[in-house]
């Protein structure tokens, strides 16, 4: 059942709404009930069964309504497996609300290098490390450049390099293994698998946005399809990688140029700019959509007002009536063999982390101070710690 009427469209999660931005949030029959809103921590994740929860939909300049990009893809294989495809500013933040543990989350897919998809690794590898994630290097997946300063493993390592105080002033009471960061560049021209672990397969694929070097992503798993195109203006190599059938596709779409501008305060020329040479429009995103046939659609990297959401469906619908969400901070999709459901998460602002199971044993160190400290520092005597 679709509807073209945008009037029924629930409002974003940051205007008090509480359901996906959608008038299909079901294809297909549940096998189980499923609660109206996602609550982290009040369902496990089925066997068979992938879900996907967007942690950052928004754009470069970060609000507190919209992280920047970034999907994780949680597996219901025995490992429980987590992937993380891009690490946009703030997304971290929305995982942390999720209540998994940080410990799992060590395997990140880059789409591109754009600084709003990969700040966050800084957060992940220095940052995550002080709340559990402590016992291996966090992997890092990405495609090459031009040339190999444009590429994902000259990103990779010069993060690694620039974290070097925090990776000296964090060794000791941490282990110094999980302060590091491995990388797998691959080529990006290339549609290929890059990783099969698990019952779960990734291929990449090249994109069109800015340079070449960006990707988009097909996951496979238990006879089921997640695709995420990353940052693309509309191409035939992700419609390409789709072939077989997908369950679930995310598209990134910029509102209108016009809009765009008017919403944002940049100027039109500039919007033009962006959307031709980099990013996809909603008749754009709905002819991908119609050209790949998905059972669910999702559109992502928008930017989101109460205004700007029904010019979005009105303009896709005249050219797509299949099932699409217009994704926001904390939308979650259950992908089975019987439905695809797209919920609002409804979390709670103020978690301690979950550390998770610890594989590795470490013991604390503690580090040498500094000489200076000894007469620089002020005594404190602290009270016993109570049991
Ligand atoms: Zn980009
Ligand atoms: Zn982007």
């Not at 798993?221 to 990353?230: C, E, K, Q, R």
């Not at 944002?264 to 919007?271: D, F, K, P, Q, Y």
């Not at 982390?353 to 590795?360: D, L, Y």
């Amino acid at each position: 059942m679709t509807t073209s009427d945008p009037t029924s469209l629930p409002e974003p999660a940051f205007a008090g709404g509480t359901r996906a931005i959608t008038t299909t949030p079901v294809v297909g029959m549940p096998r189980r009930p499923y609660a109206e809103a996602f609550v982290p921590g009040d369902e496990a994740l089925e066997d068979g069964e992938m879900r996907v929860t967007v942690l950052g939909s928004g754009n470069p300049w970060v609000t507190r309504a919209q992280a920047s990009g970034s999907v994780l893809v949680e597996i219901g294989n025995a490992e429980r497996d987590i992937l993380i495809l891009d690490l946009g500013s703030g997304s971290l933040a929305n995982y942390a609300a999720l209540k998994l543990p940080a410990n799992k989350l060590d395997k990140v897919f880059f789409t591109h290098l754009h600084a709003d998809h990969t700040a966050d690794l800084i957060t992940l590898s220095g940052s995550y490390a002080k709340i559990g994630r402590a016992d291996r290097p966090v992997a890092v997946w990405g495609p090459s450049g031009t040339e190999p300063r444009l590429g994902t493993r000259h990103f990779v390592e010069s993060v690694q390099e620039a974290l070097a105080w925090d990776t000296a002033g964090s060794s000791g009471p941490i282990n110094p293994d999980s302060l590091e960061m491995s990388v797998t560049e691959f080529e990006f021209s290339r549609t290929g698998v890059v990783y099969e672990a698990n019952g779960v397969t990734v291929t990449s694929f090249p994109v069109i946005h800015a340079l070449s070097g960006a990707v988009g992503y097909r996951i496979d798993f238990a006879g089921l399809t997640v695709v995420h195109s990353g940052d693309t203006c509309p191409g035939w190599p992700l419609v390409r990688a789709c072939e077989g059938g997908v369950d679930l596709l995310i598209h990134e779409c910029f509102p209108p140029a016009a809009v765009l501008a008017a919403a944002t305060g940049l100027s039109i020329e500039r919007a033009t700019i962006a959307l031709n040479a980099a990013h996809t429009s909603p008749t754009g995103a709905g002819t991908v959509f119609g050209l790949v046939r998905p059972r669910m659609a999702g559109l992502w990297h928008t930017f989101l007002s109460p205004q700007v959401i029904p010019m979005i469906f009105a303009e896709l619908r005249a050219v797509y009536d299949g099932p699409v969400v217009q994704t926001q901070d904390l939308t979650v999709f259950n992908v089975t063999k019987d439905a695809v459901l797209a919920r609002q998460g409804r979390v709670a602002d103020q978690l301690p982390p979950i550390a998770g199971e610890q594989r590795v044993a470490y013991t604390p160190v503690q580090p040498e101070p500094p000489a200076w400290w000894a007469e620089q520092r002020i005594p404190i005597t602290d009270p016993a710690p109570r049991a």
